[in-house]
């Protein structure tokens, strides 16, 4: 069972930035679209942004869609999401996760598994 770990959560200011890394074990991991989704307090969990198998297509969404950009290492067998002009809506849990079927293309929470314990991030106004 592949478990992805997420790292690079904190306290920042409004406007500020901040990078999140994402690593999953396991040889396969170049054969699986990776995520990025949140849950902010009170709130459900939704899709922040994927990226597939190859990386070379990514996939945001409309709130954070120009602020933040996903990005992969095959090589490291980490994703990363480099998060810019951030606002206290922001503030949630970063969760990683991994797509349940290699070589698709993941846009909704549905389609991914293997969830990562999440990394809490907070934007202070």
């Known amino acids: 069972q592949v478990q992805p770990v997420e790292s690079g959560g904190g306290l920042v200011q409004a406007g500020g930035s901040l990078s999140l890394s994402c690593t999953a074990s396991?040889?396969?991991?170049?054969?699986?679209?990776m995520g990025w989704h949140r849950q902010a307090p009170g709130k459900d969990r939704e899709f922040v942004a994927s990226?597939?198998?190859?990386?070379?297509?990514?996939y945001y969404a409309d709130s954070v869609q120009g602020r933040f950009t996903i990005s992969r290492d095959n090589a490291k067998n980490t994703v990363y999401l480099r998060m810019i002009s951030l606002n206290p809506e922001d503030t949630a849990v970063y969760y990683c996760?991994?797509?349940?079927?290699?070589?698709?293309?993941?846009?909704?929470?549905?389609?991914?598994?293997?969830w990562g314990q999440g990394t809490q991030v907070t934007v202070s106004s």
């Open positions: 396991g040889r396969t991991f170049s054969s699986y679209a």
């Open positions: 990226i597939s198998w190859s990386g070379s297509k990514t």
């Open positions: 996760a991994r797509g349940q079927l290699p070589y698709l293309d993941v846009t909704n929470m549905a389609g991914f598994g293997s």
